[in-house]
C-alpha cells in the first residue's frame, strides 16, 4: 500500500513539474481538511476553524511539520496526526485532553498534567484545586496522593487549597472542611479518616471543621444549633 500511494505520488509530481510550477501549485492546493475523533469537550465548528487556514497551501510544498504547526492551537486538543491524502487533502485525526480537575480560576488541570485555559466555561462535576501561581505541579501531586488515601472513604473531594503560606485544606461536597497544615499531610488526613470511621460518619451533618494538625489526633468544631 506505502509503495502504491508512493509511485501515485511520484507521477503526480511528474505531471505536476511538466505542467510547470505554477500549474503544480494549483494541482496540489488544499481544498479540503477531513478532521476525526472523538470530541467531547471541544466543538466541532470550533476545532474545524482551527484548521482552516490550512486551505489554500500547497500539500506538495508544505512540509508535514509545517501543517503540525498550524494543527495545535485547539485548546482542548491534546494531539494531532496529520496525513496527506492526494492530491488535495488533509486528514487530521485529533485527541483530546482529559480533564481531572478546575485550578485557580478559568482553567483547567489534565490527566497528564497539562494546565489548559477556558475559553468558555465548563459545567463538569470535577473537584477544584486551588493554590498560589505556579504551584500546579506540587498540587497536582498532593491531589492525586490524597485521592489515593481516599479512595476507601464515601468522601469526595470538591476543594483542595494550598494556602499562600503553604497550608492545606480540603472541602469535601458533604460541607466538611479539613485543616491538614503544612506537614505530613498525609499522616494527618489518615488520623482524620481513622475518626471518621469510628465516631463521626454518622453525625457528619453537625460537624463543622476538624482540625488535624495535632500530632496525635484531631479537634472537632461543632455546628451551633440552628445553623
Not at 469537550?41 to 486551505?55: F, P, R, T
Not at 487549597?161 to 505530613?184: H, M, P, Q, S, T
Amino acid at each position: 500500500m506505502r509503495l502504491t500511494a508512493f509511485i501515485g505520488a511520484c507521477v503526480l509530481f511528474l505531471l505536476a513539474f511538466l505542467q510547470g510550477e505554477a500549474g503544480s501549485r494549483g494541482w496540489f492546493t488544499i481544498v479540503e481538511v477531513q478532521v476525526e475523533g472523538d470530541l467531547q469537550y471541544a466543538s466541532a465548528n470550533e476545532v474545524n476553524g482551527s484548521y482552516a487556514g490550512l486551505i489554500g497551501m500547497s500539500l506538495l510544498l508544505t512540509p508535514l511539520k509545517d501543517i503540525l504547526e498550524v494543527t495545535n492551537h485547539p485548546e482542548w486538543i491534546s494531539s494531532t496526526r496529520v496525513r496527506k491524502l492526494w492530491p488535495n487533502k488533509v486528514l487530521i485525526e485529533v485527541l483530546e485532553h482529559v480533564p481531572l480537575a478546575y485550578w485557580r480560576e478559568k482553567q483547567m488541570i489534565t490527566v497528564s498534567g497539562e494546565v489548559i485555559y477556558l475559553t468558555s466555561p465548563l459545567s463538569l462535576e470535577l473537584p477544584h484545586i486551588v493554590g498560589p501561581e505556579g504551584s500546579d505541579r506540587i498540587v497536582l501531586e498532593q491531589f492525586r496522593l490524597v485521592s489515593q488515601v481516599l479512595s476507601l472513604v464515601d468522601l469526595q473531594i470538591k476543594t483542595l487549597e494550598l494556602e499562600n503560606r503553604g497550608a492545606w485544606n480540603i472541602y469535601f461536597k458533604n460541607g466538611l472542611r479539613v485543616k491538614l497544615g503544612r506537614d505530613e499531610i498525609l499522616e494527618r488526613l489518615q488520623r482524620f479518616i481513622a475518626v471518621y470511621k469510628t465516631d463521626l460518619s454518622g453525625r457528619i451533618k453537625d460537624v463543622d471543621v476538624v482540625d488535624a494538625r495535632y500530632p496525635h489526633g484531631v479537634a472537632v468544631t461543632w455546628k451551633v444549633a440552628g445553623n
